[in-house]
């Protein structure tokens, strides 16, 4: 074999089957392969196909609502601990206070943030001077740790730490999948979920509103909610909707229930006449608008859903003899009004504490062939969106089938 020499290293000839090599090359001269076109690159072991971009959507999408619920804690948590422990410790130590509520058992991981602080602010990492502290530094573990060996500091405020505990121990599994990128499952997300919003209800994270306790306040919802008007929640149909919110969630401790639609049947067949007595009793004021059972509306629609003559009418009729026996029980008949409209229905829509800015809606469209029970439903809050400067203030779904409620109680008549 026959080598050539280049800048004193020996060389073996080009392949002469490459696409490139030449015999005609100079002495010395070294073969190179034209590059290969980008596509070509890239073979079918690297290539993601339709499920593989499915799945890592899919991983995407419960690790961002995780680390929203995670983030939140943190956040809270870490306020909490500069309000107890700043006044104890910063008036003797000044800025190293989180170094000195640390003590020789946290030195460790507290030099190690006060490393990376370091760090940042010399990269510039540290765009908001409100994180230039070392408390801004540490993780969840670590506010943890702050909070439990400061236990009797924190005491007068929280009524008992296994329960702070047992929630951050159910975050943790969460947190170390989050932080590595891990397939996370909906029964972790779940669980996370439900541990984020106890511990900041223990935290006091201002979820104490009637609202907040028949729908809690949604992580996601919080941050995202802008771009779906005021839905907070979408089922397929009915029973998707009670599964998840009860009757008595929803229509319990209200202080007023509007409702619109053919037979109410949502409330009246999932909510006791003893409870709407005891719930009229206790303040609420209630206003119920049915179809009128006689009206040619209610046989237009016993014929889109195939029912027999009649059939829809007297279901209608009973609902609103149940609800006048329950009026009749009352001592102020006034606050619990019933009446019926001839128009055609469009929807059925259930207002909860609609006058205020902590009102619940659930609302269904009446589909043609489609019973109410099989409806898709839409869950609204209501209360005036957070509106962007570049955004116009426009009312959102929940304004709209209030004022729809309003129009068609207006044009009604009232129950005997």
Not at 395 to 406: A, C, D, I, K, M
Request: with cysteine; net charge neutral.
């Amino acid at each position: 074999m026959r080598w050539v020499s280049s800048g004193g290293r020996e060389l073996p000839p080009g392949d002469e089957g490459h696409e490139g090599s030449s015999a005609d090359g100079p002495p010395g001269a070294v073969s190179l392969a034209r590059p290969m076109e980008m596509g070509s690159q890239i073979g079918p072991e690297l290539d993601w196909g339709a499920d593989a971009w499915r799945e890592v959507r899919t991983r995407a999408q419960r690790a961002g609502r995780a680390y929203i619920w995670l983030n939140l804690v943190e956040q809270r948590l870490r306020a909490v601990v500069a309000a107890v422990l700043r006044p104890i410790y910063e008036p003797v130590h000044a800025d190293d206070w989180v170094v000195a509520a640390a003590g020789p058992a946290g030195q460790e991981w507290v030099q190690r943030a006060v490393a990376v602080r370091e760090v940042s602010r010399r990269k510039g990492y540290l765009l908001d001077p409100a994180d230039d502290n070392v408390l801004s530094f540490l993780t969840l573990p670590q506010l943890r740790e702050l909070m439990v060996q400061h236990w009797p500091c924190f005491e007068p405020y929280f009524d008992d730490r296994r329960d702070v505990e047992l929630a951050l121990d159910e975050l943790e599994v969460t947190r170390n999948v989050v932080s590595r990128n891990r397939a996370l499952s909906t029964a972790v997300l779940a669980q996370a979920e439900r541990a984020s919003a106890k511990l900041l209800d223990i935290l006091g994270a201002g979820t104490d509103t009637p609202s907040a306790r028949r729908l809690p306040v949604d992580a996601v919802e919080s941050l995202v909610g802008d771009r779906y008007a005021d839905v907070v929640g979408v089922h397929s149909d009915r029973v998707r909707l009670l599964r998840q919110f009860p009757a008595e969630d929803l229509f319990g401790g209200a202080r007023r229930l509007d409702a619109i639609g053919i037979g109410l049947n949502l409330l009246v067949q999932n909510f006791s006449g003893r409870r709407l007595v005891r719930l009229a009793e206790s303040g609420c004021r209630v206003r119920l608008l049915f179809l009128n059972p006689a009206s040619s509306a209610v046989k237009r629609r016993e014929r889109e859903l195939g029912l027999k003559r009649g059939e829809l009418s007297r279901s209608v009729e009973m609902n609103i003899l149940h609800m006048r026996r329950v009026r009749a029980r009352l001592r102020d008949p006034g606050a619990f009004e019933i009446q019926v409209f001839d128009e055609t229905p469009r929807f059925t829509a259930y207002l909860v504490d609609g006058d205020g800015a902590d009102g619940i809606a659930v609302v269904q469209s009446y589909l043609r062939r489609t019973r109410g029970m099989e409806a898709p439903v839409l869950v609204l809050r209501g209360g005036r969106r957070v509106v962007k400067a570049d955004e116009t203030d426009e009312n959102g779904l929940f304004e709209t089938y209030r004022e729809e409620f309003e129009l068609a109680w207006a044009d009604s008549r009232p129950v005997s």
